[in-house]
């Protein structure tokens, strides 16, 4: 298991590729804050002991993908830089400090007996099959189900983190569908644990799960939090293999220099715009929303969808997918595999 002090993020890191300099956020007072600053490779190189020097100037040789990096300071600490590009010249990422990486708290794997996890279709808009599903909690009080009221409950981001990786592995056999997709939601909160990204990458390898089988929502009201430490958790988890979904978009103060930051994958267009569908000016703005994600590389799912009529619409506006009551209810894990199969 990580170290006591690995068990909250120790810091993130920003790659610019044109000057070649790497910069160092870790808090103050902790055993890496001699690392914060500006700093050139050689100038960096020289904390690290000897086999380490090298290994920093090869991570960011290619100027793409995902960033592993692992360092031993010259007081014999391991860390490790994990990220990801955002464009040919700058990458971003989470410190790590422990012995392993790999290190999940045990604690993680063992979900709740009374968390309850629900499975709710979500639907290509271009041949009308499932194409994967969004997992959401729900507490059995052992009368009702219930969307969950506790979120100071700090292992319910993994517990759904397993539930879900499990589930997508049963969908995935029952139906001999290898393109199926899981969405998981997390919160701020559950991103800074600096143990995330390990257990994404454990139940990935564990569940022969493909790179973007496993994909993350967050919101980007939660990111914007605290943006830096929030881009640095989620390239990490990009690094993994994990696909990001930027949820809710379309609401509150939705910031397209944050769309340009944030390495998503996918956009899901806030239940809010979906039911307007139909009014010249929201079928303007969704339209060009769809163009705009689709020219990023990134597909687009319409949430909160009610009638099934508003399907062929929503794909001539550019829409991949639609999720909602139209096509489905949430399901229990076993008539999510019939639902899928029938």
């Not at 600490?77 to 990422?93: K, N, R, S, T, Y």
């Not at 914007?224 to 640095?232: I, K, S, V, Y």
Request: overall charge negative; hydrophobic content about 45%.
């Amino acid at each position: 298991m990580l170290p006591d002090e690995a068990s909250q993020p120790q810091g993130s890191w920003h790659w610019t590729a044109s000057n070649r300099h790497l910069v160092i956020d870790a808090p103050r007072g902790s055993a890496l804050s001699d690392l914060n600053g500006d700093w050139s490779i050689a100038a960096l190189e020289q904390m690290f002991e000897g086999l380490s020097r090298g290994r920093l100037d090869k991570a960011f040789d290619i100027a793409d993908g995902p960033v592993r990096c692992n360092l031993t300071l010259s007081s014999g600490q391991d860390i490790h830089l994990v990220g990801a590009f955002v464009g040919e010249d700058e990458a971003h990422g989470m410190v790590l400090a422990g012995s392993d990486f790999a290190d999940i708290d045990p604690s993680d794997l063992q979900p709740g007996p009374d968390l309850y996890p629900v499975f709710q279709p979500i639907v290509s808009l271009g041949n009308g099959h499932v194409a994967g599903f969004e997992a959401l909690a729900r507490w059995d009080d052992g009368a009702h189900r219930n969307p969950p009221s506790r979120y100071e409950d700090e292992a319910l981001a993994s517990n759904m983190l397993i539930r879900s990786a499990e589930t997508l592995s049963k969908l995935r056999e029952a139906s001999g569908r290898a393109d199926l997709f899981m969405h998981v939601n997390l919160t701020a909160r559950d991103l800074a644990r600096s143990t995330l990204p390990a257990l994404v990458e454990a139940l990935m390898q564990g569940y022969d799960l493909p790179e973007k089988a496993l994909r993350i929502e967050l919101t980007e009201q939660a990111a914007l939090r605290d943006e830096t430490d929030a881009l640095a958790a989620v390239m990490a988890l990009k690094a993994v293999g994990a696909g990001l979904v930027l949820d809710d978009f379309g609401t509150g103060h939705s910031s397209f220099a944050w769309l340009a930051d944030f390495p998503a994958d996918s956009l899901k267009i806030d239940h809010g715009l979906t039911r307007r569908l139909g009014q010249q000016r929201t079928d303007t703005i969704l339209g060009t929303l769809t163009l705009l994600a689709a020219r990023l590389g990134m597909t687009t799912t319409a949430e909160g969808v009610e009638h099934k009529d508003d399907a062929a619409r929503l794909r001539s506006l550019g829409f991949d997918y639609a999720q909602g009551f139209a096509f489905a209810r949430p399901m229990e894990e076993a008539n999510a595999i019939a639902f899928l199969t029938s």
